[in-house]
């Protein structure tokens, strides 16, 4: 079955359809709930909470622009959904922004997954502030609209999440090279 044919057996809320388009696109859109998770458990809810949220309203997909990017969207508003209740986190200076948070990565070796694991480390306005202009390139002005903070608050929050990201890099690459100097 082509997607415009699933599409339209969920638009009339196909039990078999909706399980088809789910097993088609579940791994994807959990890789993209990890992101923007603190962990496995949260993002499988966020999962779940983003389909039953697309096949609610499925109906109301045009067909116009991917369909794979509109679930996407859905998921990445669910994420987004769960931290706007979260306390306000303040802005610092622009003096604090222009502090080097550059990652020295010479002979460092890092796995995704490792990577991911401190992604998902981090206080959740710095995770998807983070997330949205590294990862999906959105810009400080939509991440603001998103997000309903300052574009300030989006560079701060951005310029923080680096940091806690190099501190912890710096201190993965120091003991990866003490394990080899012991080891």
């Known amino acids: 079955m082509n997607i415009p044919q699933l599409i339209e057996k969920c638009k009339k809320q196909d039990r078999n359809a909706q399980r088809i388009l789910y097993t088609q696109y579940k791994d994807r859109l959990f890789a993209l709930c990890l992101k923007y998770c603190k962990n496995q458990e949260e993002a499988e809810d966020n999962l ?22 509109w679930m996407k969207r859905i998921t990445i508003n669910k994420a987004i959904d769960r931290y706007k209740k979260e306390p306000y986190i303040e802005s610092i200076t622009d003096q604090h922004l222009k502090e080097e948070t550059e990652v020295d990565t010479d002979e460092l070796t890092i796995s995704l997954q490792e990577m991911l694991v401190f992604i998902q480390e981090l206080p959740s306005r710095y995770r998807l502030v983070f997330n949205l202009y590294e990862l999906d390139n959105y810009t400080h002005v939509k991440i603001s609209e998103i997000l309903g903070i300052s574009i300030g ?14 501190q912890k890099i710096t201190t993965y690459k120091i003991t990866q090279k003490n394990s080899i100097a012991n080891g």
């Open 48 to 69: 779940q909470d983003s389909f039953i949220n697309i096949f609610q309203k499925i109906k109301s997909y045009n067909n116009k622009g991917s369909f794979e990017g």
């Open 153 to 166: 608050t989006s560079k701060s929050n951005l310029h923080r999440a680096k940091m806690i990201l190099k």
